[in-house]
């Protein structure tokens, strides 16, 4: 279970989280909705460790265990996964030595034995066909000259070879066309199961019925201010966010 | 009793008289006569110091507050030598040749006999290559006869244990004729304890339609000094290849000046330098476009930890006949310390109006969101960095066709990582 309590977090020395509770049973997934410049993403960085973003108060554990005091790569190992509102591109890092290394370190910390270049290959090629992505991408450097859709299938590539236990997905619908909506949904859809929670941020209750979220939270001014079942998102889509209710 | 003690270029004319008589080919007047009007340019010039503009950012006080002794030293027997890296290598002992321990291609004219390089020898009128002129005892000549391919040789300079200074002054003479091809992979190695001066001097003709590809690998001792300069022309439709990996040494200086001399000639200079704490290490290129529909390439990548320097200083001249002309530089310093220090200066001078010329220069840090990027992927934040720092170099690196180059440098930014103590991914 992740479990978040009374969360603040500050960037350059503004406040942006201002006490995020939340909790996300495991084997649930929970979508996270709210306005531009809400704290969205800032608070997936926090809960993936970004240098910068500094918490002033509060706790977040995933199973029992506190994130908040890790390095990114030591969650990343717990099985904590961010797919990045906007993937960074790495020139001179080939797509297949990033991939590899990042999983044979994920296999490390989960305690499997990493595979050589040729039983990558035969996994990646498996994994890039079910995403219809084309094999010379892994040959490119890392997201450079990715299309934004391309970038965004990167990041569910990604996803599915490292099999993570917590998924967030930081608008990972934005940019992609309908086929490849389905696709990442697939993606996320075939990894969920009872071990598997995700929390699933989007602006678009369209990504919302291909997952089929839970719960769904409205995440406004640093703080959740509501939270509902699935009809919330399609609700909100109707009606937008208005002024904050009373919780 | 008291003895002089001569430092600086006081003690290296001092060296000069003391062995003329000795030096290889005193006897031939040719070679006495040049070698008298170098020690009278070294005099008069001495060792640069920063007010001398081409010097500004590189400090000889190391090299000048140092004695060496005299290079004439029995060759040691017991030298430990590196693994050939191709099936000929010429070997090179404290400045001297060891035919004992080298092989050459048939193919190609070898000789490093002094008497063989009259009318060959040039001398630039630079401090440094006239201090090699002065004092030089051996280097190869390398004579690739019209339209033979002489195939990859190494060549190596290897510096002996020494518990005393010694300086030595390579020089090396390569001739290509119309459509010859070679390619040299040059390595200059010295034990970690020892502190030597090396001073190789190139001067390379490259004739119409020939290339030279010519790699080096300067991995000189902790404590050593190098000071080298290459001096090439390329006639029409020659290619002169130069890849320069900067990685030993205390303080080293890589000139390179190459004169682009007939229609359609090329010139690469790639060139990574990788150093650590202490390390002080400056590539001045100098590129002449003397004549017309002539392209040139520079990409220079600079990694620095610890208190460290690097230097570039890049200068294009195209002259006014060079129309046509196709220049880049690119030269570029990622800091992995805040107290390394990079300085650059690209230097344009374009007196022909038809011509496409560019440079760039960029210092930076590693970038952050790269590092996150990485770490979130679960890579340790050491091995994040070891990619990043690859992957930085790759651009340099990756003209490099040539496989045994190409492995020989891996090795080598894999061992100067190792021994920043990173691990590599
Ligand atoms: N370095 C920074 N300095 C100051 N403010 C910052 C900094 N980084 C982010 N912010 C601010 O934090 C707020 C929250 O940003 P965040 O990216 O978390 O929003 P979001 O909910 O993900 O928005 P969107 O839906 O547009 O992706 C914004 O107002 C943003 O301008
Ligand atoms: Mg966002």
Redesign the pocket.
Known sequence: MLKIEGLTAT??G?E?LKGIDLEVPTGEVHAIM?P???????LSYVLAGRDGYEVTGGTATFDGVDLLGKAPEERAALGVFLAF?YPVELPGVGNANFLRTALNAVRRGRGESELDAMQFLKVARARMKELSMPEDMLKRGVNVGFSGGEKKRNEVLQMALLAPKLAILD?TDSGLDIDALKVAADGVNALRGPAFTALVIT?YQRLLTYIVPDRVHVLMGGRIVRSGGKELALELEASGYGAPQAA | MSQVVHTGAEGFLHRYEGLRERLPGARLPWLAALRAQAAESFRAQGFPTRRVEAWHYTDLRQVTQATFDEALTAVEDDIVLPKARTANRVVFVDGRLRSDLSSWPTMATVASQIGRIEGRIALPDEPMAALNTMLFEDGMLLNIPAGTDAGVLEILSIASESARPTAFHLRHIVRLHEGAKLTVLEVNQGPAATRYLHNPVWQVEVGEGASFTHARLQQEGALAFQLGSIYATVAAGGTYDNFTLNAGGRLVRNEIHATLTGTGATCHMNGAQLLGDGQHADTTTFLDHAAPGCASRQTYKTVLTGKSRGVFQGKILVRQAAQQTDGYQMNQALLLSPDAEMDSKPQLEIYADDVKCSHGATVGELDADQMFYLRARGISEAAARSMLVRAFLQEAVEGIADETLRGALETAVEGWWERQGEPTP
């Not at chain 1, 531009?36 to 800032?42: I, V």
């Open positions: 960037v350059d503004k942006i709210g531009n410049g809400s704290g969205k993403s800032t509102q608008e602006h």
